[in-house]
T-cell receptor, first 113, second 111 residues
Framework: AQTVTQSQPEMSVQEAETVTLSCTYDTSESNYYLFWYKQPPSRQMILVIRQEAYKQQNATENRFSVNFQKAAKSFSLKISDSQLGDTAMYFCAFVSGTYKYIFGTGTRLKVLA | NAGVTQTPKFQVLKTGQSMTLQCAQD?????MYWYRQDPGMGLRLIYYSASEGTTDKGEVPNGYNVSRLNKREFSLRLESAAPSQTSVYFC??????????FGNGTRLTVT
């Protein structure tokens, strides 16, 4: 079975600092996609970043970047220059040819002023 | 520019009652999904429909049924609600490999 593991239930970071959220996954497939989603208290699910497994280059979106290690099945999210608005739950997700989008259990990130 | 629309936003049921959660998307996506979100458990897939005319079980399908009514609509039915089904339910749609687009969620309480 395909699984996604986020081993950090909670993290905190000082405003303007950098934080890295961990995600590992398990699959036997070679073609798949990975995502990070942000869920603020409003409960809305917001896409942060997307990575295609066949692309070796790590995806970046402004202050958000990933470290994609395909051999290690690791997909961590780095948030630079953290802002108070980054306070949220962050979910890692995976999809392969089964069409099932599988999510991790989430990391609650708190940015401290 | 509606995206994915879920109804209702809130619902309270008594044990044993039935209800249907409605979901519609206007992005012409082929695939649609139902998730439940519980504290500490992340989002767990209940059922999905990879394309119109197909439905498949996800991680936690027991106690639920679904209907892919057409390409736009995908409903989730609770035939006999149980307290364990108290949760926040999300509908989502996508094309394969693209990000999921989520509805705003339904908070369901079963007493």
């Amino acid at each position: 079975a395909q699984t996604v593991t986020q081993s950090q239930p909670e993290m905190s970071v000082q405003e303007a600092e950098t934080v890295t959220l961990s995600c590992t996954y398990d699959t036997s497939e070679s073609n798949y996609y990975l995502f990070w989603y942000k869920q603020p208290p409003s409960r809305q699910m917001i896409l942060v970043i997307r990575q295609e497994a066949y692309k070796q280059q790590n995806a970046t979106e402004n202050r958000f970047s990933v470290n994609f290690q395909k051999a290690a099945k690791s997909f961590s999210l780095k948030i630079s220059d953290s802002q108070l608005g980054d306070t949220a739950m962050y979910f890692c997700a995976f999809v392969s040819g089964t069409y099932k989008y599988i999510f991790g259990t989430g990391t609650r990130l708190k940015v401290l002023a | 520019n509606a995206g994915v629309t879920q109804t209702p936003k809130f619902q309270v049921l008594k044990t044993g009652q039935s209800m249907t959660l409605q979901c519609a998307q206007d992005m012409n996506h082929n695939s649609m999904y139902w998730y439940r979100q519980d504290p500490g458990m992340g989002l767990r897939l209940i059922y999905y429909s990879a394309s119109e005319g197909t439905t498949d079980k996800g991680e936690v399908p027991n106690g639920y049924n679904v209907s892919r009514l057409n390409k736009r609509e995908f409903s989730l039915r609770l035939e006999s609600a149980a307290p364990s089904q108290t949760s926040v339910y999300f509908c989502a749609s996508s094309e394969f490999g693209s990000p999921l687009h989520f509805g705003n969620g339904t908070r369901l309480t079963v007493t």
